[in-house]
C-alpha cells in the first residue's frame, strides 16, 4: 500500500495551496480518505475527512478555507487550502482508513511540508 502525497511548499499569509495524496495497493472508494497535519511538538491533528461514503467534515480550524475533495477513479484526494495562515504551518499526512468487522485497517502517507510566512 501506498499514499503518496505532494503539493506543499512555502507560500505567504493570504496564499493557496493544493495537496494531493494518490493513492495504491487499496481499494480506494472503500476508505474514508483523512488530512492530518502535525506541527513539531504538538500532536497530529485531523483536518479533514471525506468518507467512503461521500460526508465531509473539517476542523473547526480551518471550516470556510479548506475544501477535501477525492477522485475515485483517480485513486486520489485532494485538499484545497485557500486563505493560508501561520498557524496552518505543518507536515501535511493524508490517511486512509477503514473499518471492517470492528478491525481498523489504517495507512499513511509520508507527508508534505507547508510553511506559511507572515
Known amino acids: 500500500v501506498q499514499l503518496q502525497a505532494s503539493g506543499g511548499g512555502l507560500v505567504q499569509t493570504g496564499g493557496s495551496l493544493r495537496l494531493s495524496c494518490v493513492v495504491s495497493?487499496?481499494?480506494?472508494?472503500?476508505?474514508?480518505m483523512n488530512w492530518y497535519r502535525q506541527d513539531p511538538g504538538k500532536q497530529r491533528e485531523l483536518v479533514a475527512v471525506?468518507?467512503?461514503?461521500?460526508?465531509?467534515n473539517y476542523a473547526d480550524s480551518v471550516k470556510g478555507r479548506f475544501t477535501i475533495s477525492r477522485d475515485n477513479a483517480k485513486n486520489t484526494v485532494y485538499l484545497q487550502m485557500n486563505s493560508l495562515k501561520p498557524e496552518d504551518t505543518a507536515v501535511y499526512y493524508c490517511?486512509?482508513?477503514?473499518?471492517?468487522?470492528?478491525?481498523?485497517?489504517?495507512?499513511w502517507g509520508q507527508g508534505t511540508q507547508v510553511t506559511v510566512s507572515s
Open positions: 490517511n486512509a482508513r477503514r473499518v471492517r468487522l470492528g478491525v481498523v485497517d489504517e495507512h
Open positions: 471525506a468518507s467512503s461514503g461521500g460526508n465531509i
Open positions: 495497493g487499496i481499494t480506494f472508494s472503500r476508505y474514508a
